[in-house]
């Protein structure tokens, strides 16, 4: 098993550009979330999604779109890229769909954007 | 709603030390608890958990860590670090019965020192 897979590695943007992050994994997980890095702030819920068709909304999901149609894939969507979401993203999954999951979270190795 | 505060934002300690790195929570519901491990320039990944039964939870790499109820705390500890244990370590917590959401601490940076 691959685990969960981001691409890119590295994006650098123009204020105003749109881009899409890619997230795919091959677990059969049903969970998928975005989390955001910043330096002391530790990691934010950005969007998640509980099955193909179904997303909701994180702690901080402004200026993001997410999209779910296959298990698999859980693509990320800047619309208008700012210099705020300069950041780390991170993908993860899980098997966990019912309330209260205990499941471990696997995370994918994170893509490292600069928006200028 | 949760919360989670990690008291160090760094620490640094020497080779062989022992290490205690500090969470607090707040939840109004019973939670789980996880610690997760994250290596310069990768992703995170699972320390351990407590999920119930046993205080004391031993995870990978002989970190382990106890639940607290009372003190609503879930420190993380290793008797003795090693170089390769540098790494930033977050504490998480889920709702028992609630949504899938981890909510995450800031972080605290570990550097082991020769």
């Known amino acids: 098993n691959a685990g969960v897979t981001q691409t890119p590695k590295f994006q650098v943007l123009k204020t105003g550009q749109s881009m899409t992050l890619q997230c795919a994994q091959d677990m059969n997980h049903e969970y998928m979330s975005w989390y955001r890095q910043d330096p002391g702030m530790g990691l934010r819920l950005i969007h998640y999604?509980?099955?193909?068709?179904?997303?909701d909304q994180g702690e901080v999901p402004n200026g993001y779109n997410v999209s779910r149609s296959t298990t698999e894939d859980f693509p990320l969507r800047l619309l208008s890229a700012a210099p705020s979401q300069t950041s780390v993203y991170f993908c993860a999954s899980s098997y966990g769909v019912a309330s209260g999951s205990t499941d471990t979270q696997y995370f994918g190795p994170g893509t490292r954007l600069t928006v200028l | 709603a949760q919360s989670v505060t990690q008291l160090d934002s760094q620490v640094p300690v020497f080779e062989e030390a022992p290490v205690e790195l500090r969470c607090n929570y707040s939840?109004?519901?019973?939670?789980?608890l996880f610690w997760y491990v994250q290596y310069p320039n990768q992703g995170l990944q699972l320390l351990l958990k407590?999920?119930?039964?046993?205080?004391l939870v031993k995870g990978i790499n002989g970190f382990e860590a106890e639940f607290n109820k009372s003190q609503t705390s879930f420190h993380l500890r290793k008797p003795s670090v090693h170089i390769s244990d540098t790494a930033e370590y977050f504490c998480?917590?889920?709702?028992?019965?609630?949504?899938?959401?981890?909510?995450f601490g800031k972080g605290t940076k570990l550097t082991v020192n020769p």
């Open positions: 998480a917590v889920i709702p028992q019965g609630g949504s899938e959401k981890l909510v």
């Open positions: 407590y999920l119930s039964g046993s205080t």
């Open positions: 939840s109004s519901v019973s939670v789980y």
């Open positions: 999604s509980v099955g193909a068709g179904i997303t």
